[in-house]
């Protein structure tokens, strides 16, 4: 389930995942191999589920 706040549109959500998406990702570029890359993976994943959640329909 996507975590929104209750006033918060599905567009307005898009765009804080997609800001957040990109962040993640120029995060883990900077990232030597090892826990700290492996967790920003995971929160990277995790917010590609909610946005294909949003996406589809779904929440």
Known sequence: MVRTPASETPAAARRRLTNEMSKLIRSIDKQQPGPKRLELLRRQASV??????LRSGRA
């Open 48 to 53: 590609s589920d909610e946005l294909e959640t």
